[in-house]
């Protein structure tokens, strides 16, 4: 297995294991996409990616990270997506969309500023902060909201609302569902015992603690039906006194694929956000590759592996090594929109042919003229030389 293999899950076909990881633009008003989400998700698929997977679109607007989320909460928002995920189909790639809910770390500001919890200046910005929810009155750290405990009648209309996002989806066009389970949203603050310290049977025992995600699980696979492939994000570690080790994790795995889910996909941490007192995995390269490496041996599901993946003979290795079944980039992406290409040139296969008609057709020969002039010695300042 090789970078450039395809990948069959289930009805889908990914021409290639690059795929683009979900990234929060925060350039949304009232959750729509527009002709930005267009353009930028559409460069990757045009750049070669074989899945490309749109931003943690909120499945309700009390779920969304910033007041500028993307949503899926209205059938108004499906236009929008249905031109993202057209250009992503029309450029050969998988249109995937990540669908989310923030719970108890929503309503705080973009990263570019500090991501800090709105306050009155922000209110009176007209973008205030709105009541939260989580499974307990816990708050993400310190000046968060405490969220509101949801009753049983909230968590069941909460399923519905990830069933209802997930339709949206389809009637859009995607064609990969992913949930974020992980980073300290909704569905990993349920399961986390950092977060979760209800006595009811959403609380308590791992079991307990699992059913909140494993409801909305079956809820999407019965809005999805059997054909299209469905990722849940995990935490595979807390990273956080008390919390949820890559054991605990294994058996979530299991669990989660048991009931439907095709990718685990292994981010880690966010459960609470106070840096001081958190343990982060460190940043190395393909720093999250031994948990996916181990959770794809432990359970029979397909991993993806994302951090840090930089260079295509590492992400290749990491496929060959068994590490996972397929690599997500996020800022390398950002970088390079035309990442996935460059990785193919880079591994040896400079016939273009791959590469969307337009461009391969004039950027092949280009390829080999400038192979032409290398050899002859000829460099872009030869002229201004001697
Ligand atoms: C701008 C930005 C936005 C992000 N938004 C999301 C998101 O919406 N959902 C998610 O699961 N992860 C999100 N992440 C995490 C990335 O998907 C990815 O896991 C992380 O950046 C590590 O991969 P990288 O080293 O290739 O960037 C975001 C990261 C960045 C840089």
Redesign the pocket.
């Known amino acids: 297995m090789t970078l450039f293999s395809p990948l069959t899950v289930r009805d889908a076909t990914l021409p290639n294991r690059v795929g683009v990881?979900?990234?929060?633009?925060y350039s949304s008003t009232d959750g729509f996409p527009d002709d930005f989400h267009v353009a930028h998700l559409g460069r990757f698929a045009l750049g070669g990616a074989g899945l490309v997977?749109a931003?943690?679109t909120a499945v309700h607007p009390v779920g969304r990270?910033s007041p500028f989320d993307a949503g899926i909460w209205d059938d108004a928002h499906i236009p929008g997506w249905r031109r993202v995920a057209d250009l992503v189909s029309r450029a050969g790639s998988v249109p995937g969309i990540?669908l989310?809910h923030a719970g108890r770390r929503a309503a705080v500001r973009e990263?570019w500023r500090a991501g800090a919890p709105l306050d009155d200046a922000d209110a009176t910005a007209g973008f205030g902060a709105w009541p939260l929810v989580g499974p307990s009155e816990i708050p993400a750290g310190p000046g968060h909201q405490v969220p509101a405990e949801m009753t049983v009648a909230e968590i069941a209309r909460s399923v519905q609302d990830w069933h209802d996002g997930a339709a949206r989806a389809m009637r859009a066009g995607f064609r990969f569902v992913?949930l974020?389970g992980?980073?300290g949203y909704l569905l990993h603050s349920f399961l986390s015992p950092v977060s979760n310290r209800r006595t009811d049977a959403y609380g308590g025992s791992a079991e307990n603690r699992l059913r909140y995600p494993l409801e909305v699980v079956a809820a999407v696979r019965e809005a999805i039906g059997d054909g299209i492939p469905l990722s849940y994000?995990i935490s595979s570690v807390d990273g956080a006194e008390g919390g949820l080790e890559l054991d605990d994790l294994v058996e979530v795995a299991r669990r989660l694929a048991a009931a439907g889910v095709d990718i685990i996909?292994t981010?880690s941490g966010g459960i609470i956000t106070d840096r001081s007192s958190d343990t982060r995995v460190r940043?190395g390269f393909a720093?999250?590759a031994d948990f996916s490496r181990h959770i794809r041996r432990e359970v029979d599901v397909l991993t993806a592996t994302?951090?840090?993946?930089?260079d295509p003979v590492q992400a290749n290795l990491l496929l060959e090594h068994g590490d996972a079944d397929l690599v997500?980039?996020?800022?390398?992406?950002?970088d390079d929109p035309n990442w996935a290409h460059r990785a193919r040139l880079a591994l040896g296969d400079d016939s273009h042919a791959s590469w969307d008609v337009r461009f391969g057709s004039a950027l092949g020969p280009r390829h080999r003229t400038l192979g032409r002039l290398a050899e002859a010695g000829e460099t872009p300042l030869s002229r201004f030389e001697g």
């Open positions: 990881s979900p990234m929060c633009m997977i931003e943690a990270i990540q989310g990263p992913e974020h992980a980073h994000r996909d981010s940043r720093f999250h994302v951090g840090f993946v930089v997500l980039l996020g800022r390398e992406m950002l």
